[in-house]
């Protein structure tokens, strides 16, 4: 039987996870606010129907942040699947809807292309989509999102809405806010603006490409992550005006120090999403309620064990699941601490 999944919003996300979804066979539905942007995602072949599919088991909702809440709670009352979204800040919606059948997501790719005119179908491969489970998420819903997303060719990471929300703030939306104010200041700073432009190192380029974005979604994310960005503005101004201070004082040493960790913080960063080979299976029962399969996943998170694959199972009495992870083999006997602490009985077995 067909699959069949809604598309909320079809701007660059939402027309890519509708191009993802229909390569995999799907049959995708979609609607947007503007009806001459659902048919021309009809016309490019992006969707197979405009309108919204009540009998469709996956709901994504693509809108902009500050509509996440009243697409969700559209999609869960005009639908009778699984509802997620795929917005950049997490903690408004996550706490707002407590239905067990939504989970909030956010994939961690894009590009600087705009609208439809960027979708892509393998925008998703080798990134990492964030789910951010809360108390009320059944372990179905949790499961089914993440396995769609492990097929998208994302790598799963679960983590707490508020500590996905101060994460983001640090590594996406304080770099865009940097960039905006960079150019702000090589503009206002010189006398002749292109010529200062054409001076323009690979460096200053690559620094500030995060600024070709649209801006209009800007204003939504710093309104609604406006706590975590304001807090990483503060501990990127403290940053400068030690810098500041060691330049000033011609603090050779310090500078050093701070370049050589800048260097190989940069150097360890990780790249794209890549399969694991040395792998081991770790089948945890785990009791038939909401919540505890996405504690699991919350886990490995914080303690950074990547997972290779995993899927849940139900024994045949109905009160206990399984849920069978495949792991990085190097960091399986933390993982096994961590869930031994926290009152799972996890057993491991070497994936030959």
Do not use: Y
């Amino acid at each position: 039987m067909t699959q069949r999944a809604n598309v909320l919003g079809l701007g660059l996300i939402g027309g890519s996870v509708a191009a993802a979804l229909r390569g995999l066979g799907w049959k995708v539905t979609g609607t947007d606010d503007d009806p001459q942007r659902a048919a021309e995602a009809l016309d490019r072949g992006l969707i197979d129907a405009m309108g919204v599919d009540a009998d469709s088991d996956v709901s994504f909702v693509a809108v902009p942040v500050s509509s996440l809440i009243s697409g969700v709670r559209r999609m869960l009352a005009e639908t009778r699947g699984i509802v997620t979204d795929v917005g950049s800040v997490k903690a408004p919606v996550a706490e707002a809807v407590t239905d067990a059948r939504f989970v909030a997501g956010h994939p961690m790719a894009g590009s600087e292309l705009q609208g439809l005119d960027g979708a892509d179908a393998g925008m998703f491969r080798g990134a990492v989509w964030v789910l951010t489970p809360t108390s009320t998420t059944s372990d179905e819903t949790f499961a089914a999102v993440a396995s769609l997303v492990r097929q998208l060719g994302a790598e799963v990471l679960a983590l707490p809405a508020r500590r996905h929300d101060q994460l983001v703030a640090v590594t996406s939306h304080l770099p865009h806010l940097a960039a905006a104010t960079l150019l702000s200041l090589a503009s206002t700073r010189a006398d002749d603006h292109a010529a200062v432009m054409r001076l323009a190192a690979g460096g200053f380029r690559d620094m500030t490409r995060v600024a070709s974005g649209h801006p209009a979604i800007w204003l939504d994310i710093c309104r609604e992550n406006q706590e975590a960005i304001v807090e990483a503005i503060d501990a990127m101004i403290i940053g400068l005006t030690d810098m500041r201070k060691i330049v000033f004082e011609t603090d050779s040493a310090a500078l050093q120090a701070r370049l050589t960790d800048a260097r190989a913080v940069r150097a360890n960063l990780p790249g794209r999403v890549r399969e694991l080979n040395d792998v081991a299976e770790v089948r945890i029962p785990i009791p038939d309620r909401a919540g505890a399969a996405a504690e699991v996943f919350t886990l490995a998170a914080e303690l950074g064990v990547n997972t290779a694959n995993f899927e849940v199972r139900h024994s045949v009495e109905g009160d206990r699941g399984v849920l069978v992870m495949v792991v990085d083999a190097a960091s399986v006997e933390l993982f096994r601490g961590g869930l031994l602490a926290r009152g799972f009985k996890p057993a491991v077995a070497r994936v030959a």
